[in-house]
């Protein structure tokens, strides 16, 4: 499905995203998936390892 995309139509899509959000809301919207995801991939690293205890 995305690999039939080209840079075309990609920059059409940008455009139109830049056209409805406007430039300030479209980096904030970066800015908070960015830190969303960074987020994630560290709460998936750090999560608590499950100790075995031998009773």
Do not use: H, Q
Not at 11 to 35: N, R, S
């Amino acid at each position: 499905m995305f690999g039939e995309l080209g840079v075309p139509e990609v920059l059409f899509i940008l455009g139109i995203a830049l056209l409805i959000f406007g430039p300030k809301k479209l980096g904030d919207l970066g800015k908070g998936l960015g830190e969303g995801v960074r987020g994630f991939k560290s709460a998936l690293r750090d999560e608590p390892k499950k100790e075995e205890t031998k009773a």
